[in-house]
């Protein structure tokens, strides 16, 4: 195996005896999905049988195997290598999406036993800049976002809302749209915070928030709000939290959504963002 490509968490090996490619963690060695060698015990592989099994079942395959160990007959062993490189091969197809090309994976297991969940990742060029990343994040982190994307990286800038909801004696922390209050507030819940900040700084705000009291997190609940979902961002009611500490410049506009726990009617929100409400028709005050 030799080393074609390194990145920061990974390195990209290329077997020299049969061309497939391999991903690894930086410093680590490793060997190739299929090929056997001398570190292998054959007796170990229980392998016994193997090409008769598979010419009698797969004919049809045995002359691309034999291509692929250079072979007029096949032994076990040889069917052993095949039968990993194909199914490493099928693992790359699997990934494959429109506008990357896969180039390197890694399958726990092989060449030994097909397979565990494991794996040091698919990684893919990009077709359009030719950027080479995880094929985890389906987004070239090189490009800008696709018009439409929903990723973390495209919203950063968005207009979001970091909050704080009381209900049946627990607080919930939580970031999202104008909606995902008002999910809170028709389940029963009493506005405490709201602030309007950018998506980037809002879940930010939420990540040191929930890193600050893990301790007060419970990790079992019982008959919570539903939508307070699995708890996982739910505190003792009593909790003290200022979102002006997290999110010092950010606006409050806790007023909006507390008024419309209230059951008073607010002007009608088309960019999901909060603004003043539009209280005075219903006390008979001029606009």
């Known amino acids: 195996m030799v080393i074609v490509e390194e990145f920061r968490t990974v390195q990209i090996w290329q077997c020299f005896e049969c061309g497939l490619t391999r991903t690894c963690r930086r410093g680590w060695s490793t060997r190739c999905h299929a090929c056997l060698d001398d570190r292998t015990n054959l ?14 079942d797969f004919p049809e395959y045995v002359p691309d195997a034999k291509r692929w160990v250079d072979a007029d007959m096949l032994d076990d062993a040889d069917v052993h290598e095949y039968l990993s490189a194909a199914a490493y091969e099928e693992e790359l ?5 429109p506008g990357w090309t896969v180039i ?37 982190q090189n490009c800008d976002p696709e018009p439409g994307s929903r990723t973390h990286r495209a919203r950063k800038d968005d207009p979001h809302l970091l909050y704080l909801v009381r209900n049946d004696g627990r607080l919930k922390v939580g970031h999202g749209d104008r909606n995902r209050i008002l999910t809170h507030t028709r389940g029963g819940a009493a506005i405490v915070s709201v602030r309007r900040a950018t998506f ?23 008959d919570l709000p539903k939508s307070l979902g699995s708890g996982t961002e739910v505190l003792p009611g009593d909790t003290d939290i200022d979102l002006s500490e997290f999110l010092p410049d950010a606006e409050d506009v806790t007023t909006y959504y507390a ?16 603004h003043s409400p539009s209280v005075g ?6 606009s």
Request: glycine share 10%; aromatic share 6%; charged share 25%.
């Open 43 to 56: 007796a170990d592989l229980d392998l016994g049988g193997l090409a008769t099994a598979f010419e009698a």
């Open 93 to 97: 197809e699997f990934r494959a999406h």
């Open 104 to 140: 390197a994976g890694d399958v726990k297991g092989l060449p030994y036993q097909r397979w565990g969940s494991e794996s040091h990742g698919f990684w893919g060029a990009h077709d359009k800049c030719g950027a080479v990343q995880n094929l985890s994040v389906r987004e070239c």
């Open 200 to 222: 980037a700084e809002t879940t930010a705000a939420e990540r040191e928030i929930l890193h600050r009291h893990s301790t007060l997190i419970s990790r079992s609940h019982k």
């Open 259 to 274: 008024l419309h726990a209230l059951g008073i009617e607010v002007a009608p929100d088309t960019n999901r963002t909060a």
């Open 281 to 286: 028709k219903h006390y008979g005050q001029k």
